[in-house]
C-alpha cells in the first residue's frame, strides 16, 4: 500500500466513531471567537468549514485542528469562488459568450491564485448546471443551454482552478455543481421540482459533470432539486450508480447547503435522523451546515442501519484530499501573500480582456458602432450608466465595488478630450423613485448621440432569484421610450444576469451591447466596444426568448410529430404545426448570436468523410470571409443532427467550434475533426450508443444559420 494509503488506513484506525463522523461534517465559520464552533473543532467533530475569507482567521482556526484536537487532522476552507476571488470577472454565462475555453481557464486560475493565496483550498465551482430557462436566476452561473459548450467550459474552469503551480505553492479543488439537474426546475423557479427522463438527464444534464471529472475535479456538491421523485442528495442513481459505479469518481461528494435536511421538506423522510441515513446510504460524503451526520450518523452506524464501512469509505475520501491537497504538511497559509497576489496588475487587465470578448452585439442596424470619433456631444443616462456595484454580478462575495470601472469611468478614459460626455440617471433600478424623464429627455436633446445603460441589479438574478418577467425592471422601459422619443441616434447598453424579454427594444433601438455583469473591468470594457478599440466577438450561449411564454426555448429541441416548416397534418380541414396562434417559435436572438463590427461569409463546405465507421472521426470543412471593412474575430460553429434514431434526437447538437481571427477580404479554411463516438445518446436500454445512419451537418455563424451537408455513419 502506498504511503498516503498507508497514513490514511493509520489515521482510520486511530479514529473515534465521533472523529469519523467529523470528518463528514462541515460547519459555517463566517466568524473567528464562535466558541461553539472552535470547540467543535478542538474535538475534532469537524472536517471542513465555509464562510470565512482571510489567511489570518484561517490560520487561527487551523491551529485549533492541526494543534488543539487529538488527531490533528487539519480542516478544508470553502468558499464560493464562483467568478473570481477579490479580481471578480464577468458572470460564467457571460464568460461562456466567449466561447474561449483558454481564456476562461485563465480566468479561473487567477481566482485560484487569489484564493489560495487567502487561505481557501476548497471552491464550490464550477457551476455548471445547464439551463434553457432564463426565468432561473441561476443561469448567470452557469454555460447556458448546450451541453457540448457546457462540458467545454467546465473542462477549462477545473483546470483553471486545480492548477498545480500556483503562487502560494497551495492548491484550489475545485467542485462541479449543482449534481444534478437543478437548472431543469420547473417554471424556472429555484429550488422548483425537476421531473425530467433518465434520458434528458444522461444526454443534457450529465456530460458537463463528466468533463469535469475527466479534467480532474476532486469533489462534486449534490443538489437541492428532486430528480423525478428523489431528491439528488439522497438520490443513489447519481450519487452511486453513475457516479461510482459508471464514471469512477474517487472524490468526495458533498452536499449544498443544508440539503439534507431539507429532505424532511421534500417528504422523503420524517426527520433528521433518516435524512441522515438517506444520504449517507445514497453516496453523501459530507454533510453542508444541516449537521445530520453530526448529531445522528454514530446511532445510525450503533443500530446497525448504516454500515461502519460506508462511513470508513466516505472519512477515507475526505482524508485522501485533505493529503492530495498537501493540508498535511502545509496547513497554514503565509498571511504575507494576499496582499501581494490580490488583485495584481495582470488580473486586472486579463479581467478585462474577459469582459471585452464576452460582451454580444445583438444589433447594430445603422452602424452606429463604433462611435463616429468626430461626435463632440454624447449623453450618457441610465441607472447602470455610472453603477459600481451591480456589474460586480451575483457571486461577488469578497469583490469590492472600490475595484470597479463604471461605464462612464471607461467612455472619460477612452473619449477624446474634445468629446463633451453628460451623464443622468434618469431612474434607478428597481422603480422606487420617480423617473426624470424631462431630464433625459433633455440631456438627449442636446446630444448627437445617446448611450443608455439598463438592466438588472446583481439581486435580480443568482440563487433565489428567478424571475417571472424578464422586462427591464422599474422605470426604465419609461426613460427609454422617453429618450427613444427624441430621434437622438441611440445605443443600448444591456446589462443582466440573463437574457431579458425585450421587443420593444429590439424593434426599435438600432444599436443593442449586451453586456451581462461584466466584472470590476466592466465600464473599461463597454467603452473600448463601443468605441471600436476592440471588436465584439462574444456569441450567446443561451437563446435569447421573444417572450416569457415561449420559454423553455432552445435550439437543441426535438422535431415533434408536427414541426413547424415540416409538411403538418390535416386536422378538422387546416393544417396543424407544433407552434403559437400568437408568437413565433424561434427565440429573438438564436443560441451562437452574435455580431462584429465587420461582417463574414461562408463557402465551399466539403465533407471530407461522406462515409464515417463508428470508430472514425467526422471531416468537415469550410472557408470563411471576412467582407466587410475591419479586422474580426468570428467563432464558426459545428452542428450535426442524427435524422433518424432508435429515440427522438434533437434537430440540432453543437459538435464543434472554432474561433479565427481574419483582416479585411481576407479568408480562411476551417476544418473540423469530430470522432464520431461524440455523436451518441442513450438509447432504449439506456446505453450510450452511436447509431449508424445518415447525418446533417452544418458550419455557421450561429444555431440559426450555415452551410448543410451530409454524411453517413456505417457500422
Ligand atoms: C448555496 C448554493 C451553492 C453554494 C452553497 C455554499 O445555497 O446553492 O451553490 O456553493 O450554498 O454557499
Same mark, same amino acid.
Given at each position: 500500500?502506498?504511503?498516503?494509503?498507508?497514513?490514511?488506513?493509520?489515521?482510520?484506525?486511530?479514529?473515534?466513531?465521533?472523529?469519523?463522523?467529523?470528518?463528514?461534517?462541515?460547519?459555517?465559520?463566517?466568524?473567528?471567537?464562535?466558541?461553539?464552533?472552535?470547540?467543535?473543532? !478542538?474535538? /475534532?467533530?469537524?472536517?471542513?468549514?465555509?464562510?470565512?475569507?482571510?489567511? &489570518?482567521?484561517?490560520?487561527?482556526?487551523?491551529?485549533?485542528?492541526?494543534?488543539?484536537?487529538?488527531?490533528?487532522?487539519?480542516?478544508?476552507?470553502?468558499?464560493?469562488?464562483?467568478?473570481? $476571488?477579490?479580481?471578480?470577472?464577468?458572470?460564467?454565462?457571460?464568460?461562456?459568450?466567449?466561447?474561449?475555453?483558454? @481564456?476562461?481557464?485563465?480566468?479561473?486560475?487567477?481566482?485560484?491564485?487569489?484564493?489560495?493565496?487567502?487561505? +481557501?483550498?476548497? *471552491?464550490?465551482?464550477?457551476?455548471?448546471?445547464?439551463?434553457?430557462?432564463?426565468?432561473?436566476?441561476?443561469?448567470?452561473?452557469?454555460?447556458?443551454?448546450?451541453?457540448?459548450?457546457?462540458?467545454?467550459?467546465?473542462?477549462?474552469?477545473? !483546470?483553471?482552478?486545480?492548477?498545480?503551480?500556483?503562487?502560494?505553492?497551495?492548491?484550489?479543488?475545485?467542485?462541479?455543481?449543482?449534481?444534478?439537474?437543478?437548472?431543469?426546475?420547473?417554471?424556472?423557479?429555484?429550488?422548483?421540482?425537476?421531473?425530467?427522463?433518465?434520458?434528458?438527464?444522461?444526454?443534457?444534464?450529465?456530460?458537463?459533470?463528466?468533463?469535469?471529472?475527466?479534467?480532474?475535479?476532486?469533489?462534486?456538491? &449534490?443538489?437541492?432539486?428532486?430528480?423525478?421523485?428523489?431528491?439528488?442528495?439522497?438520490?443513489?442513481?447519481?450519487?452511486? +450508480?453513475?457516479?461510482?459505479?459508471?464514471?469512477?469518481?474517487?472524490?468526495?461528494?458533498?452536499?449544498?447547503?443544508?440539503?439534507?435536511?431539507?429532505?424532511?421538506?421534500?417528504?422523503?423522510?420524517?426527520?433528521?435522523?433518516?435524512?441522515?441515513?438517506?444520504?449517507?446510504?445514497?453516496? #453523501?460524503?459530507?454533510?453542508?451546515?444541516?449537521?445530520?451526520?453530526?448529531?445522528?450518523?454514530?446511532?445510525?452506524?450503533?443500530?446497525?442501519?448504516?454500515?461502519?464501512?460506508?462511513?470508513?469509505?466516505?472519512?477515507?475520501?475526505?482524508?485522501?484530499?485533505?493529503?492530495?491537497?498537501?493540508?498535511?504538511?502545509?496547513?497554514?497559509?503565509?498571511?504575507?501573500?494576499?496582499?501581494?497576489?490580490?488583485?495584481?496588475?495582470?488580473?486586472?487587465?486579463?479581467?478585462? =480582456?474577459?469582459?471585452?470578448?464576452?460582451?454580444?452585439?445583438?444589433?447594430?442596424?445603422?452602424?452606429?458602432?463604433?462611435?463616429?470619433?468626430?461626435?463632440?456631444?454624447?449623453?450618457?443616462?441610465?441607472?447602470?450608466?455610472?453603477?459600481?456595484?451591480?456589474?460586480?454580478?451575483?457571486?461577488?462575495?469578497?469583490?469590492?465595488?472600490?475595484?470597479?470601472?463604471?461605464?462612464?469611468?471607461?467612455?472619460?478614459?477612452?473619449?477624446? *478630450? *474634445?468629446?463633451?460626455?453628460?451623464?443622468? !440617471?434618469?431612474?434607478?433600478? =428597481?422603480?422606487?423613485? =420617480?423617473?426624470?424623464?424631462?431630464?433625459?429627455?433633455?440631456?438627449?436633446?442636446?446630444? =448627437?448621440?445617446?448611450?443608455? #445603460?439598463?438592466?438588472?441589479?446583481?439581486?435580480? &438574478?443568482?440563487?433565489?432569484?428567478?424571475?417571472?418577467? @424578464?422586462?427591464?425592471?422599474?422605470?426604465?422601459?419609461?426613460?427609454?421610450?422617453?429618450?427613444?422619443? +427624441?430621434?437622438?441616434?441611440?445605443? #443600448?447598453?444591456?446589462?443582466?444576469?440573463?437574457?431579458?424579454?425585450?421587443?420593444?427594444?429590439?424593434?426599435?433601438?438600432?444599436?443593442?451591447?449586451?453586456?451581462?455583469?461584466?466584472?470590476?473591468?466592466?465600464?473599461?470594457?463597454?467603452?473600448?466596444?463601443?468605441?471600436?478599440?476592440?471588436?465584439?466577438?462574444?456569441?450567446? *450561449?443561451?437563446?435569447?426568448?421573444?417572450?416569457?411564454?415561449?420559454?423553455?426555448?432552445?435550439?437543441?429541441?426535438?422535431?415533434?410529430?408536427?414541426?413547424?416548416?415540416?409538411?403538418?397534418? #390535416?386536422?378538422?380541414?387546416?393544417?396543424?404545426? &407544433?407552434?403559437?396562434?400568437?408568437?413565433?417559435?424561434?427565440?429573438?436572438?438564436?443560441?451562437?448570436?452574435?455580431?462584429?463590427?465587420?461582417?463574414?461569409?461562408?463557402?465551399?463546405?466539403?465533407?471530407?468523410?461522406?462515409?464515417?465507421?463508428?470508430?472514425?472521426?467526422?471531416?468537415?470543412?469550410?472557408?470563411?470571409?471576412?467582407?466587410?471593412?475591419?479586422?474580426?474575430?468570428?467563432?464558426?460553429?459545428?452542428?450535426?443532427?442524427?435524422?433518424?434514431?432508435?429515440?427522438?434526437?434533437?434537430?440540432?447538437?453543437?459538435?464543434?467550434?472554432? !474561433?479565427?481571427?481574419?483582416?479585411?477580404?481576407?479568408?480562411?479554411?476551417?476544418?473540423?475533426?469530430?470522432?464520431?463516438?461524440?455523436?451518441?445518446?442513450?438509447?432504449?436500454?439506456?446505453? $450510450?450508443?452511436?447509431?449508424? /445512419?445518415?447525418?446533417?451537418?452544418?458550419?455557421?455563424?450561429?444555431?440559426?444559420?450555415?452551410?448543410?451537408?451530409?454524411?453517413?455513419?456505417?457500422?
Amino acid at each position: 500500500m502506498n504511503r498516503p494509503e498507508t497514513r490514511i488506513e493509520q489515521l482510520l484506525s486511530e479514529m473515534t466513531l465521533a472523529e469519523k463522523v467529523g470528518q463528514m461534517t462541515q460547519i459555517k465559520m463566517d466568524r473567528v471567537g464562535w466558541p461553539e464552533g472552535e470547540e467543535r473543532i !478542538r474535538r /475534532g467533530q469537524v472536517g471542513s468549514v465555509l464562510t470565512i475569507y482571510g489567511a &489570518s482567521k484561517i490560520n487561527r482556526l487551523q491551529r485549533i485542528a492541526v494543534e488543539g484536537s487529538r488527531l490533528g487532522i487539519p480542516l478544508l476552507i470553502g468558499n464560493d469562488v464562483i467568478h473570481g $476571488y477579490r479580481t471578480i470577472f464577468p458572470i460564467p454565462l457571460a464568460e461562456s459568450c466567449t466561447w474561449d475555453p483558454g @481564456l476562461v481557464q485563465q480566468a479561473a486560475r487567477i481566482a485560484a491564485e487569489e484564493a489560495a493565496a487567502d487561505g +481557501t483550498d476548497w *471552491t464550490f465551482a464550477p457551476m455548471v448546471d445547464i439551463c434553457r430557462d432564463p426565468r432561473w436566476g441561476r443561469i448567470a452561473e452557469g454555460a447556458g443551454e448546450d451541453p457540448f459548450l457546457g462540458a467545454a467550459m467546465a473542462r477549462a474552469r477545473v !483546470r483553471g482552478f486545480e492548477a498545480s503551480d500556483l503562487t502560494s505553492g497551495r492548491n484550489l479543488v475545485s467542485c462541479p455543481k449543482h449534481y444534478a439537474a437543478y437548472g431543469a426546475a420547473e417554471a424556472g423557479k429555484d429550488y422548483n421540482t425537476v421531473d425530467i427522463s433518465e434520458r434528458t438527464l444522461r444526454d443534457v444534464y450529465l456530460p458537463p459533470f463528466q468533463a469535469a471529472f475527466e479534467e480532474g475535479a476532486g469533489t462534486v456538491m &449534490s443538489a437541492f432539486n428532486e430528480i423525478a421523485g428523489v431528491p439528488a442528495s439522497a438520490n443513489a442513481l447519481i450519487l452511486d +450508480t453513475v457516479l461510482r459505479h459508471e464514471w469512477g469518481f474517487p472524490g468526495v461528494v458533498l452536499t449544498d447547503w443544508n440539503a439534507i435536511g431539507e429532505l424532511i421538506s421534500h417528504g422523503v423522510a420524517a426527520d433528521l435522523k433518516e435524512a441522515a441515513e438517506r444520504s449517507v446510504l445514497a453516496g #453523501v460524503d459530507m454533510d453542508m451546515v444541516a449537521d445530520a451526520y453530526h448529531r445522528h450518523l454514530a446511532d445510525l452506524v450503533h443500530e446497525g442501519r448504516v454500515p461502519l464501512s460506508v462511513v470508513d469509505d466516505a472519512v477515507r475520501r475526505v482524508l485522501r484530499l485533505k493529503l492530495a491537497l498537501g493540508l498535511f504538511e502545509r496547513p497554514y497559509t503565509d498571511e504575507s501573500l494576499a496582499s501581494e497576489v490580490i488583485l495584481r496588475p495582470a488580473y486586472r487587465e486579463k479581467a478585462l =480582456e474577459v469582459a471585452q470578448k464576452s460582451m454580444v452585439l445583438l444589433k447594430n442596424s445603422e452602424r452606429l458602432l463604433p462611435l463616429d470619433p468626430a461626435l463632440k456631444r454624447i449623453a450618457l443616462i441610465g441607472p447602470l450608466a455610472d453603477d459600481h456595484h451591480h456589474i460586480l454580478g451575483c457571486w461577488y462575495r469578497i469583490g469590492r465595488d472600490e475595484d470597479t470601472e463604471s461605464v462612464l469611468d471607461g467612455l472619460r478614459a477612452v473619449l477624446p *478630450t *474634445t468629446t463633451e460626455l453628460t451623464h443622468l !440617471r434618469g431612474c434607478d433600478l =428597481e422603480g422606487r423613485e =420617480e423617473p426624470d424623464l424631462e431630464g433625459a429627455a433633455q440631456v438627449a436633446r442636446d446630444a =448627437e448621440l445617446a448611450i443608455l #445603460v439598463l438592466g438588472e441589479g446583481e439581486h435580480m &438574478s443568482g440563487e433565489a432569484h428567478s424571475r417571472a418577467y @424578464l422586462g427591464l425592471p422599474g422605470h426604465q422601459q419609461a426613460l427609454l421610450e422617453t429618450v427613444q422619443a +427624441t430621434g437622438v441616434p441611440l445605443v #443600448v447598453v444591456l446589462m443582466s444576469g440573463r437574457p431579458l424579454v425585450i421587443p420593444w427594444m429590439a424593434e426599435h433601438v438600432p444599436a443593442i451591447l449586451q453586456a451581462w455583469h461584466g466584472g470590476i473591468r466592466a465600464g473599461r470594457a463597454v467603452a473600448d466596444l463601443v468605441v471600436g478599440a476592440t471588436d465584439p466577438s462574444a456569441k450567446l *450561449t443561451a437563446s435569447w426568448p421573444r417572450t416569457e411564454g415561449q420559454i423553455p426555448v432552445y435550439y437543441a429541441h426535438k422535431s415533434t410529430g408536427r414541426p413547424e416548416g415540416g409538411a403538418g397534418t #390535416v386536422q378538422f380541414d387546416r393544417l396543424h404545426f &407544433s407552434n403559437y396562434i400568437d408568437e413565433r417559435n424561434e427565440p429573438l436572438f438564436p443560441f451562437g448570436y452574435g455580431l462584429s463590427y465587420t461582417s463574414f461569409a461562408y463557402r465551399d463546405l466539403e465533407i471530407e468523410t461522406p462515409q464515417v465507421g463508428l470508430d472514425g472521426v467526422l471531416i468537415v470543412s469550410a472557408t470563411i470571409a471576412n467582407t466587410g471593412d475591419r479586422t474580426g474575430d468570428e467563432i464558426v460553429q459545428l452542428y450535426v443532427r442524427d435524422l433518424v434514431g432508435s429515440v427522438t434526437r434533437p434537430v440540432k447538437e453543437l459538435k464543434g467550434f472554432q !474561433r479565427v481571427s481574419l483582416d479585411p477580404g481576407k479568408d480562411t479554411r476551417v476544418r473540423f475533426e469530430v470522432p464520431v463516438q461524440q455523436l451518441g445518446f442513450h438509447d432504449l436500454k439506456m446505453a $450510450y450508443v452511436v447509431e449508424p /445512419g445518415e447525418f446533417s451537418v452544418w458550419v455557421g455563424p450561429n444555431a440559426a444559420q450555415g452551410l448543410e451537408g451530409f454524411f453517413e455513419v456505417v457500422e
